[in-house]
């Protein structure tokens, strides 16, 4: 990646014509932080698999399911025993046999073929995993109208010497979420609660991430209500944080507002992620103001901002035109000990290009390199599109020629405007250089980066018809 050449660096001093643009792919650089402890659920296996004993791999032929007729497992299941030396008597090797057959067959035959497994085989004893997973199989079945077999495959473990407890819950709700099945998750906590089985902190909060998703916010509620009214079990800082999170990405702000004051009445002091969501939002609705507010709050609690806060400030100032504000920021944030990097000064030099002030930008550009910050593919395409949107086109190209030596993708927006500038000035030939260029570095797919030259070409005839270009 090249340095920029010293005839833009010269620009930087020139002056600066109106521009208003938008580049869509800056605010997907700012690196929020990630939803604490998201838990991702695999939804259980329905192809054939193999398994193979540890002892006979070489020598044994692999076990295959491919019937859910129980004869079938159970004739399968003896040919195997009986013509394997050594039989592992560990009970993860039968758990996995049985998880394969679960996978494939229905709630009741699973239970069937582990009773011919405990019968057959005396030497496997069934241990907790054993009977969790018949539990996920039964939570496992999406159109399930009630949670029957769930509480047949309970009641099996109460009798066998395994009760339920927090992991079986665990277990429970996440495969009942995982298949759609919110409400039966919500049922069975309640139940398991009454009988002092009380989730733990991360299967509450796991059920409250998915119920943000998947239902409204009334009924989200009503199921915090319910478990602190009937299990004295209340929502904690994290709770809050993934409600706070949901409502300011559906910009339900006043909403989060709301939750950050109850989260402080509940005794549980907001931390950073918490009021960086929150800016995250305002800068969603472009309302620099209520940003610029809510760091100022923060400061007032004494919560100490992130190098993701001053970020976020900078990009929400720059983006609803108080770029000098968020310029006194660069400072800021270097006194602090967060120093600025490429998401930071792309983010000012849009907010610059959006007031006319290209060349601004570039000599920030300058002065990023200079500092030792490496600019990014967002970076040099919102420079070169407010070059191009500012009809500083020589300028432009001389950016170009150093994103083309470095091998960085032009963004559609990006080279829509900047097709656009090139046949305006009726550099065509270059133009087709450029497609040329997009195509090859894939930047864009073909049937747009010709769209786009096509159109600019279209424009260019009709603007040469009517006199308005040469």
């Avoid at 580049?23 to 929020?32: A, R, T």
């Avoid at 996978?103 to 009977?131: C, D, E, G, V, W």
């Avoid at 040099?380 to 949107?389: A, E, I, S, V």
């Avoid at 570095?441 to 270009?469: C, H, I, P």
């Amino acid at each position: 990646m090249g340095r920029i050449p010293p005839g833009l660096r010269r620009a930087a001093a020139g002056s600066s014509h109106p521009a208003l643009f938008k580049v869509s792919s800056l605010q997907e650089q700012i690196p929020y932080p990630v939803t604490p402890r998201q838990s991702n659920m695999k939804s259980p296996k329905k192809e054939p698999t193999k398994v193979l004993s540890p002892a006979t791999k070489s020598s044994t032929p692999p076990i295959i399911f491919e019937s859910p007729n129980l004869s079938d497992a159970k004739a399968l299941f003896n040919s195997y025993i009986s013509s394997t030396k050594n039989t592992p008597s560990d009970p993860s090797f039968y758990n996995s046999i049985l998880q394969l057959y679960s996978s494939i067959s229905s709630p009741q035959n699973a239970i069937f073929f582990l009773n011919h497994m405990i019968k057959t085989h005396p030497s496997f004893s069934p241990n907790r995993f054993t009977y969790h997973v018949l539990l996920m199989q039964s939570c496992a079945v999406c159109d399930e109208t009630s949670l029957a077999n769930v509480h047949h495959t309970l009641n099996l473990m109460k009798n066998t010497g395994f009760p339920p407890n927090q992991v079986t819950a665990d277990v429970a709700v996440r495969t009942l979420c995982g298949s759609g099945r919110e409400e039966h998750a919500i049922e069975l906590v309640k139940d398991l609660s009454s009988q002092n089985v009380l989730p733990d902190t991360y299967t509450y909060n796991f059920l409250v991430r998915h119920l943000v998703k998947n239902r409204s916010l009334g009924a989200v509620n009503c199921f915090i209500n319910d478990m602190r009214e009937g299990f004295d079990i209340k929502p904690d800082l994290v709770t809050y944080t993934i409600m706070i999170d949901n409502v300011c990405n559906s910009k339900n702000l006043r909403e989060a507002m709301r939750l950050l004051e109850v989260l402080s009445e509940e005794g549980y002091k907001p931390d950073c992620y918490v009021y960086n969501t929150i800016m995250k939002g305002y800068c969603m609705l472009s309302q620099g103001g209520e940003v610029l507010g809510v760091y100022k709050k923060m400061q007032d609690e004494g919560i100490k901002p992130d190098s993701y806060t001053y970020n976020t400030l900078i990009y929400g100032l720059s983006k609803t035109g108080r770029v000098k504000e968020a310029r006194k920021f660069l400072g800021v944030m270097a006194e602090m000990g967060h120093f600025p990097d490429e998401v930071t000064y792309t983010s000012l030099m849009n907010g610059m290009c959006r007031q006319g002030d290209a060349l601004g930008a570039l000599a920030l550009l300058e002065e990023m390199e200079a500092k030792g910050c490496a600019p990014n593919s967002c970076t040099y395409n919102t420079l070169l599109h407010g070059l191009c949107k500012a009809r500083l086109l020589d300028k432009g190209v001389e950016l170009y020629g150093v994103m083309k030596k470095g091998d960085i993708k032009l963004e559609t927006g990006c080279y829509g405007a900047f097709l656009r500038a090139l046949c305006r000035n009726g550099r065509v030939a270059e133009a087709y250089e450029v497609f040329d260029y997009a195509v090859e570095s894939k930047s864009l797919k073909d049937v747009t980066a010709y769209s786009s030259l096509e159109s600019s070409l279209k424009w260019l005839r009709k603007a040469r018809e009517q006199g308005l270009a040469v």
